[in-house]
């Protein structure tokens, strides 16, 4: 039988479910749904300035999803700190624009070609980092960060310049034009699979052994997890899925430049998990809400405000500037106040609510 909202679980099949109660399935149902409908009203309209750059920050915030999921699982189950989301999402990105641009290949296979190169760069990146922890390791990925730049440069200037490689042409699947708005919801797809991917991953033997890693590694030799393996495996993993991620930005914006993976992007995925919350389910979905959405907030708020009063043109100039503190503020006031982010805070007022009209003693 199963255990009822606010009661031990008593079956196997109760602990394992997905979701526990009815009002969850609903509530991410309904939630699902209006996520995927959201560009419907802009359907039929010529849609004004404001709906357009609400939809592209919309679409960049779900399409960073599953790119956060994979530095999630990397970081907060593994254990292993890594600077080098943004030299993985350049070597997919270039994947696509050497075999999309130069060599024309059809967009599925590139993106099968962008997995397996990624993979690839993982395994020759996590060999050497099974020996590095801490900040060896961080360095190590910054390494990696400047050595891909520079393979990329190399790549692009004798063949296109600065300028970039261009697609010709939007992107056209079974007999369908990806606009903007079929962007948006092929990507908030793809942020909901990613999403089921990870808790699966979580609660697997492969989490299970992730997490006894980064908790205690020697421990976990000790039991008879193969470490060696285990971190190569979350290398692979979260390389293939951020280099996967990393073409399809590519096929998004239909241009690759290397000036757009500066180490500045591997700092916003690293502030995403801890805002939101390192190893959880929700924080990659909350930390990236934050950190691609206020910077939204603050535009549009400066937007409004006169160019003539002080804060209108302090904000216009220094807009750049002001997302760089207030995510630098964030991460460290986070770190001291709420080591466990965004997901820990929503946990909370979820027990709240669970429990109202009753009071529990603060843990």
């Known amino acids: ?35 995927l409908l959201y560009p419907v009203r802009m359907f039929g309209s010529k849609p004004d300035a404001f709906q357009v750059r609400q939809l592209t920050v919309a679409t960049t915030i779900v399409a960073a999803i599953p790119t956060a999921f994979a530095l999630n699982l990397l970081t907060g189950l593994a254990g292993q700190v890594s600077m080098g989301t943004a030299a993985f999402i350049a070597v997919g990105s270039f994947m696509a624009a050497a075999f999309g641009v130069q060599m024309g290949l059809p967009m599925i296979i590139v993106l099968v070609l962008a997995v397996v190169v990624s993979g690839v760069v993982g395994v020759v990146i996590g060999l050497p980092a099974l020996r590095l922890r801490g900040l060896y390791l961080v360095v190590a990925t910054m390494a990696l960060h400047y050595v891909v730049i520079f393979l990329a440069r190399k790549y692009q200037d004798p063949r296109v310049g600065v300028a ?120 990659p979905l ?46 460290v006031l986070f770190l001291l106040f709420e080591p466990r982010g965004l997901a820990a805070i929503w946990g909370r007022v979820k027990t709240w609510f669970a429990l109202f009209p009753f009071t529990r003693e603060r843990a």
């Open 286 to 331: 909350f930390g990236t809400a934050l950190v691609f959405g206020f910077p939204f907030i603050i535009t549009e708020f400066s937007i409004r405000l006169p160019k003539e009063s002080g804060v209108g043109r302090f904000l216009s100039t220094e807009i750049y500037n002001i997302n760089r503190v207030l995510y630098g503020a964030a991460i």
């Open 1 to 35: 039988m199963a255990a009822k909202p606010g009661y031990i679980p008593t079956s196997y099949k109760y602990d394992l479910a997905f979701y526990k109660t009815r009002l969850q399935r609903i509530s991410v149902a309904v939630l699902a749904f209006l996520l």
């Open 164 to 283: 970039g490689f261009r697609f010709k042409k939007p992107v056209e699947l079974l007999g369908i034009t990806f606009t903007s708005k079929v962007w948006y919801v092929v990507m908030a797809i793809f942020a909901a699979l990613f999403t089921v991917l990870f808790v699966n991953l979580k609660r697997s033997r492969y989490g299970r052994a992730w997490e006894m890693i980064r908790e205690r590694e020697i421990a976990a030799e000790v039991l008879g997890i193969d470490v060696t393996r285990y971190k190569l495996l979350a290398f692979t993993v979260s390389s293939m899925i951020i280099g996967f991620m990393g073409a399809l930005f590519a096929y998004r914006l239909r241009t690759v430049q290397v000036e757009s993976f500066h180490l500045e992007l591997a700092i916003d995925y690293i502030a995403i998990i801890i805002i939101g919350g390192i190893g959880t389910v929700h924080g």
